[in-house]
């Protein structure tokens, strides 16, 4: 769509090609093919770069020919992406005085700074401040802004505008039909960007600072993943020298997700952003192989274990009762066994790692014996005291005092030895919790060990009582829901000296040990001053769907509110008997007629049996994470992977068989409402047995 042409602005301030055009989108396209061949010139400029003369070493030219390399990536022009995607015309100059009357300037907003060979601006990076009032102006308040132009592409050509006159009293509010045709265009492949429709909510919450952590909490379809992904690029732009030097994570619940996202990240030009699941942080050489029955998981889960494991690290150390005698040439010098015991004290009572006590430990020890060699009147420098905190006599006692503790094999003791955990455990787990942790078999070592997800976790809880976990300078933690309160430990260690962005929907807990409250989750990050943002508007899922869903949130999170959808197309929806899995792949059928992805979500004991039903129909299907091509366009889903991942349409296989393949039933039917929610445009559910009566 267009609208008729009102550039309140001069045409000289448009891309110099534009004053030949004579209609708007003409002008418009203009600019965009300058902006391109601009685009293309700042790639050949880095390409061309020669850093042969301005390299002192091969190091150097290492890290400066991957800067470049990285930059090249940087300026890679998308030809099915928009290179801007609006446009802001200012009554004044940004930063001018109002009083004086200064001419406006007119600003083409993108996902990246495009500029001329004389350096002027032809794209304006959306994070910049003076491209904010992009995504907050309104009629109410306009922020200087007379015109904002959105526009409408088709494979990366502009094919429509529309123009909203912010500062015109005359022209009425009005919903952008570009923007929700935007929100609403069909899904294939992996997840995209949301550049081009960040709402003014949204928007807050991407710009807010670095020093703080923000927690947020967001039913389905109100676009907390984009959001928290879009909160990293722009943190990257503000502070790209701190998050350079300290690094940025992105944390999601499975591989299929990561995949599913991590093209967004790259088409806003940020390349350097790590990804990875809790599992791969807390892997620390062991191999996991074995699973825990839930009410294992739950105790190991347990923020209370990590007193467990402080007391059985820290129980060790024992306080000395002999003396150390150091023999230098002809001299002897002892350090007695109470000051011996006065200096382990105060490491102890320091609270400092039980790695680096250790290592501190014999420095202390060389130092009371300088303290003696002074008072006798010689002069001993720190080479002396290195030499004597190597001495053998000094080492031994180090190695009897406080010896060196291998995290696995302690938890591998804790877990098999039911006297040791009984000793560290007292006033801490009862008996019960206890024995649910017990391994029922000896375990001939750690390699030998079917070490379980929520062990690799006490593992990297002991590791890091032994040895200080690297700490980024931003933390991403995404379906947060789904972490027990060790697993939040674990990622709050890798922010200790940074800040985090949490997204999550309590309904949406998965997991018998899921969050209960975002205080509670920030408390064991370690991040207990987070602000808790809350996200209600729904654009993704159509009404009819988030309303069936909905009815299940009295059961799985009674206090939390339902999503508000605000799309305008209601989307389809159906529930519909089936006899078996016949009907199902005939639902499937139905909805691949339509433009766009289809997921078939079923109970993960169901998934083999409709995988031979498509392959007997001839319907070819994806795994989750796998990108939907033209040819094949149907992703079938076991509803353990669901979480997080979209589709345009969806069927949903016996949702009563999703709830039995839980362990209780408040799961199941959060499993349930996770299944239900990923559709963008429509929904079949198909049933043989009863629906679950909560859907009633």
Known sequence: MSTPAHDPLTDPLTDP???????????????????????????????????????????????????????????????????FFGRLDYLHAPGADQAEGADGERFYIGRRHVHDHDGDPMVIDWRAPVSQPFYRASKKDPLDVSLRRRFGYTRGDITAYEDEHLSDPGEAARTSKLLQQEIERPRVGPMRDIVATIQPEQDEIVRSGLGGTVCVQGGPGTGKTAVGLHRVAYLLYAHRERLARTG????????????????????LGELTVQQATVDDLVANGVEVRGTDPAPAAVVKGDARMAEVLRRAVYAHVTMPTEPVVVVRG?????????????????????????????????????????????RSGEA????????????????????????????????????????????????????????????????????????????????????????RTHSLGHVVLDEAQDLSPMQYRAVGRRCTTGSATVLGDLAQGTTPWATRSWDEALAHLGKSDGVIEELTAGFRVP???????????????????????VRENPGFFAVRPAAGAAETVAACEELLRNEGSTGLIAADARVPA?????????????????????????????????????????VLDEPQAVVDGEPDERTGLRRLYVALTRAVSGLIVTHASPLPSQLA
Request: glycine content about 4%; aromatic content about 4%; proline content about 6%.
């Open 543 to 565: 009404t009819d769907v988030i309303g069936y869903a909905s009815r299940l949130l009295p059961h799985i999170a009674p206090g939390l509110a339902p999503v508000a959808s």
């Open 17 to 83: 090609h534009a004053a030949a055009a004579t209609d708007p989108l003409s002008r418009e396209r203009a600019h965009l093919a300058g902006s391109r061949a601009a685009l293309r010139a700042m790639r050949e400029d880095v390409e061309s770069l020669d850093i042969r003369d301005v390299t002192a070493n091969w190091v150097n030219a290492e890290v400066l020919a991957r800067q470049i390399e990285e930059r090249i990536k940087a300026l890679a022009d998308l030809s099915d992406t928009p290179l």
């Open 610 to 650: 409709l995988a031979d039903a498509l392959a007997a129909a001839g319907i070819g299907h994806l795994a989750p994470g796998e990108e939907t091509t033209a040819e094949t366009r149907l992703t079938l889903v076991p509803a353990s992977l669901a979480k997080g991942l979209e589709y345009d349409y969806v």
């Open 380 to 467: 001993p420098d720190d080479r002396v005291q290195d030499a004597v905190a190597r001495n053998a006599a000094v080492k031994a006692a180090v190695k009897q005092v406080w010896p060196p503790v291998d995290p696995a094999k302690l938890v591998l003791r804790l877990l098999t030895d039911a006297d040791f955990l009984a000793e560290h455990a007292a006033g801490v787990l009862d008996d019960d919790e206890q024995k649910t942790i017990l391994w029922a078999k000896p375990v001939r070592g750690v390699k030998a060990a079917r070490w379980s997800a929520a062990d690799a976790v006490l593992i990297d809880e002991a590791t890091d009582l032994v040895q």
């Open 248 to 267: 940025t994570l992105v944390i999601g619940p499975n591989r299929s997700f990561l995949h599913y996202i991590e093209q967004v990240l790259p088409a």
């Open 330 to 374: 002809s001299r002897r010098w002892r350090v007695p066994a109470y000051e011996l015991e006065s200096i382990v004290q105060e490491l102890l009572d320091r609270g400092i790692r039980y790695g680096a006590a250790r290592e501190a430990l014999p420095q202390r020890v060389a130092h009371a014996v300088l303290v003696q060699m002074e």
